[in-house]
């Protein structure tokens, strides 16, 4: 039925048409059926186009008031008077009426009647190009039944069909814009009104406005400046004075409530003249209490909880009152999604999550300008619902309104002369806040100007924050609105671009953590004095071990080279980590033990202000976690580095069997090879550790336990709380690492097997190798591997046979003389035995680890070593002359002291081999030259690699993807490195060494 809207032209008669159901079906039916029989009689049809009437029914003739038939146009005229020059003078016209007859009701004729003093008649003549006629910045669309009026009631039509103020009145207004109008009175302010300055502090980068300062002409403030202002200042009691009084403060707060505005001038002008009974006729715009006044204020009676709990709140609810740009109120509504108003979630009208007390949340979306560019602007006054007020309780329409409580808004671009007052980069700047109380979210219009638009501002930074008091943790100060607006052109650079930003919406509940700061500042006090104390001792113990070898050896002192500074800066960032990461781990488990499992509101996260970078309560979690993890990175570097220089020698006890005959060297090759594997073996599995916390964190979804909401029901949220972030991991690292020690130390090593580093010694002792390691220059670990079998070159069922008699007894002990049943010693050298361990490495070319690259004469040299080495180190051991044995002193166990004889290199100095007994956990000093020893540096370092790729990534996956990533790096490199070391300190060919 594509043809059932049709309708006839004006001047024709409109008939119902009788369709066939063949037209029907072929869609050509029509509804009605146009008929010109009127003009035929010179007749114009009736309005409802059903009868043909004349235009006059009167015998007289008049220059005005009877209507004439138009042959021409076939319709009847009044004969206006035609468009002149402008005189000054109402023009005068007449409109169509048609005439109904009293008896039955029935149009009969057509007459004109005189329109009202002002009005006029627009007819299609008065068009220019346009299907309209546009005067005052109005559409006048012809018609000649009626009477069209000005915008205003103080203009009218002149001749010219123009409309004209009144005299007595000034034209205000913008055609471009909209509908101009007239006011009778100059505002105070009346001069640069239409200037207005785009200031953005983000890009000046300091309070001052000399680097950024952009003014243009606005044709929205010249439209409704004066309208606005002149109206406001002369308020005569009428909802339009009010409506104008909007519209000027939404002026001054699209000149972020610059005071050298005009708008705002004027506003402040106004305010003074009012006395207090009449000041509720113009907006609350700014707060006059200084910023502490407004933070610390205590009105708000209602208590607030976690829980759904009688006569508390655990939901806050917001309303916004809501104005359009010429200052008519368009309604309060509750806030809901409002505020995230270039996001997916703008459209949902659902109460958020974030409403929830105590669930804070944080979103960053990208958003593209050119939808801003469309969006319709609003101004807004933000309320609280104070549900202690007994108003609330009320459920007329009215009553509710008092119980709202305004919230306080802090636009940080708000311009004070020429500075930024609340344009804060910590806490300290605070104290010259400006707070208001109107906002906009997207300003499309104050960058009009007569060539279009060219600047648009937008809300790029919002945050919510709600502070619990700290007297009375279930009531809350007022909420504060903080707004941070960018400004961008509006055109495209070039076709195609799309000009994005990206927007940020933070809601948070916070407290004052002044003490709790204070509390750190005291207690890291203490810890970096412990820090100190141990620094001092590992400094004193590497110096005593230094300074005894360059006693009579003509060498520099120890503090006066290179190794010293770069050894001191190891320790450094060493016992930092030792001591700062537990530190960090203990700040943060207390914010997530104690604010996650509250039932009662006592405690909030610190502020996570994303206006702050140094002032951010998380700056320092996150430069610690950062710090943490590069000095740890450098310091495992560092401690490879170190391992891969130590001096691995294997001395071979075995004699042969005959004079005539060489011992295997499969013995020794097999030592090495032990070693080498045990090189970069770990006590824990990185692979157990790594499937355990994903298990957790992605399989049972505690990844969102960080999520900064006081419970842990795990909602989805966009962002974690970085430091309940690195407690949750480390809990589950450390629950790992537990669970493997708990099984190894307790079970695994002690009924199904033994340590690896007995595992070792076992298999010197049945090589009939011993080890020393010299993992510095006069200190060592001595493995005494010396068989107490008679031969150790042998087949399975001898060594088999032997090592039943070591059960039984029926051998000798595997103890070095003097101690029995002790083969693992931390060796103390003096002065002489390491140069003398030089000067044997002295004869060995610097390549050797490949017999490939080794030259007859090379190899000869190697073996002439290795003999030397054997002799030196066996004329050493069986000379009970050249060392003493004995146990540690308590202070030289605890604290890891060299013996004071040997840091002095006394007269008659011997070798001390003091007794490794090994710790609780099977662990002896000797595996600090492998990655046995340093387990807890690596487990650390794990801990604090997954903490800083969760920091970038914010995905468990992909950190525990990069720790596994940094795990093989370094076992890489510890293997590689580590198999060249030993081939060539060792003195073993490296192509019989494998991993």
Not at 273 to 299: C, G, H, I, M, Q
Not at 340 to 350: F, G, V
Not at 575 to 591: D, Q
């Amino acid at each position: 039925d594509m043809l059932s809207s049709c309708k006839c032209p004006p001047n024709q008669l409109q008939k119902d048409a009788d369709c066939s159901i063949d037209s029907m079906l072929q869609g050509s039916c029509r509804k009605h059926l146009c008929s010109s029989e009127c003009a035929d009689l010179s007749y114009v049809s009736s309005l409802d186009q059903k009868s043909c009437l004349p235009c006059s029914m009167r015998n007289e003739t008049r220059k005005y008031g009877a209507s004439e038939y138009d042959g021409d146009n076939k319709v009847c005229t009044c004969r206006n008077p035609p468009r002149g020059a402008p005189t000054g003078n109402r023009v005068v016209s007449w409109k169509l009426v048609e005439i109904h007859d009293e008896a039955t009701g029935l149009p009969i004729s057509n007459d004109c009647v005189r329109c009202p003093a002002g009005s006029a008649v627009i007819t299609r003549d008065l068009y220019d190009e346009q299907e309209f006629f546009l005067s005052a910045g109005m559409r006048f669309i012809a018609d000649p039944y009626s009477c069209s009026f000005c915008p205003d009631p103080h203009m009218y039509f002149d001749t010219d069909y123009n409309c004209v103020c009144s005299e007595g009145y000034i034209l205000t207004g913008e055609v471009s814009v909209g509908e101009q109008s007239c006011i009778e009175h100059l505002p105070s302010v009346s001069g640069s009104y239409s200037k207005i300055r785009f200031q953005d502090p983000a890009l000046a980068g300091r309070k001052s406005l000399d680097a950024l300062d952009l003014t243009i002409d606005s044709v929205i403030f010249s439209h409704y400046y004066l309208k606005a202002a002149s109206e406001c200042e002369y308020y005569e009691g009428t909802s339009q004075g009010l409506q104008s009084c909007q519209a000027l403060s939404n002026l001054c707060v699209m000149s972020m409530y610059d005071e050298e505005a005009a708008a705002c001038k004027e506003v402040d002008i106004i305010s003074q003249k009012r006395d207090r009974t009449s000041s509720s006729t113009l907006p609350w715009l700014y707060y006059e209490d200084e910023a502490d006044s407004v933070n610390d204020d205590r009105s708000i009676g209602m208590k607030i909880s976690l829980y759904p709990q009688r006569n508390r709140t655990n939901s806050l609810s917001f309303k916004l009152a809501k104005y359009t740009l010429n200052g008519t109120f368009a309604g309060i509504e509750d806030l809901s999604n409002q505020l995230e108003y270039c996001s997916e979630t703008k459209h949902i009208l659902n109460q958020p999550n974030w409403l929830t007390f105590g669930n804070g949340y944080r979103n960053e979306y990208k958003c593209s300008i050119d939808d801003l560019i469309e969006t319709e602007m609003f101004f807004f006054d933000m309320f609280i619902v104070d549900e202690s007020h007994e108003s609330c309780k009320d459920e007329t329409i009215n009553s509710g309104l008092q119980c709202l409580y305004p919230v306080p808004i802090l636009i940080r671009n708000l311009v004070e002369g020429r500075s930024f007052p609340n344009y804060n980069v910590h806490p300290l700047d605070e104290y010259n806040d400006r707070y208001v109380r109107r906002f906009f979210l997207v300003d499309n219009q104050s960058g009009k100007t007569q060539s279009g638009l060219e600047l648009i501002r937008y809300a790029k930074r919002i945050a919510l924050q709600t502070i619990i008091r700290s007297e009375e943790s279930n009531k809350i100060y007022p909420p504060k609105l903080i707004i941070e607006y960018s400004t961008r052109p509006s055109a495209r650079q070039s076709p195609g671009d799309e000009v994005a930003d990206l927007l940020t919406f933070v809601a948070e509940y916070t407290m004052d953590t002044s003490t709790f700061w204070a509390t750190i500042q005291i207690l890291s006090g203490f810890v970096i004095a412990f820090g100190v104390v141990i620094f001092g001792i590992r400094i004193n113990n590497w110096l005593s071990r230094r300074r005894a070898s360059t006693h009579n050896a003509g060498e520099a002192g120890p503090t006066s080279s290179l190794r010293f500074v770069v050894h001191s800066f190891a320790v450094t960032i060493h016992t930092l980590v030792l001591l700062g990461t537990p530190f960090a781990f203990v700040v943060c488990l207390y914010w997530f033990i104690f604010f996650k499992a509250q039932s009662e509101v006592f405690l909030m996260l610190p502020s996570n202000n994303i206006f702050y970078d140094a002032g951010n309560n998380y700056f320092l979690f996150n430069l610690a976690f950062q710090v943490l993890f590069w000095c740890q990175t450098v310091n495992i570097t560092y401690t490879i580095i170190d391992q891969c220089q130590n001096s691995i020698i294997l001395l071979d006890w075995e004699r042969p069997k005959r004079q005539d005959c060489s011992v295997s060297t499969w013995r020794t090759v097999l030592v090495a090879n032990e070693f080498n594997r045990m090189q970069a073996k770990r006590s824990t599995s990185i692979e157990f550790s790594l499937i355990l916390v994903g298990f957790f964190m992605t399989g049972l979804n505690q990844y969102d336990n960080a999520a900064p909401q006081p419970n842990f029901d795990n909602s989805i949220h966009r962002e974690h709380n970085v430091a309940l972030r690195f407690a949750n991991s480390v809990l589950f690292w450390a629950l790992s690492w537990l669970v493997q020690v708990v099984w190894k130390t307790l079970i695994y090593e002690r009924y199904i097997t033994e340590p690896p580093a007995l595992k070792f010694v076992d298999i010197c002792t049945a090589c009939n190798t011993s080890v020393f390691i010299l993992s510095d220059k006069n200190v060592c670990f001595y493995l005494h591997g010396r068989s107490p079998y008679l031969i150790a070159d042998c087949s399975m069922n001898d060594l088999l046979e032997q090592m039943t008699k070591e059960s039984n007894g029926g051998t000798i002990d595997r103890g070095l003389d003097g101690c029995k049943g002790c083969q693992i010693f931390d060796f103390f050298m003096t002065s002489a035995f390491n140069r003398q361990i030089s000067k044997i490495y002295s004869y060995v070319g610097p390549r050797h680890s490949k017999l490939s690259s080794s030259s007859e004469e090379q190899a000869g040299q190697i073996s002439l070593a290795k003999l030397e080495m054997s002799t030196f180190l066996q004329s050493f051991i069986t000379s009970s002359n050249d060392y003493i044995v004995r146990e540690p002193l308590y202070s030289e166990h605890i604290f890891g002291l060299t013996p004071a004889d040997i840091a002095t290199q006394s007269e008659q100095l011997k070798c001390i081999l003091q007794p490794d007994n090994g710790k609780w956990n099977h662990s002896y000093n000797y595996t600090s030259s492998t990655f046995l020893g340093i387990e807890m540096d690596l487990f650390l370092h794990d801990i604090l690699t997954y903490n800083f790729a969760d920091m970038l990534f914010n995905n468990p996956l992909a950190s525990i993807l990069a720790t596994y990533a940094v795990h093989k790096i370094r076992e890489f490199f510890r293997q590689w490195f580590g198999q060249i070391n030993l081939s060539k300190k060792s003195m073993v060919d490296g192509r019989f060494i494998y991993t």
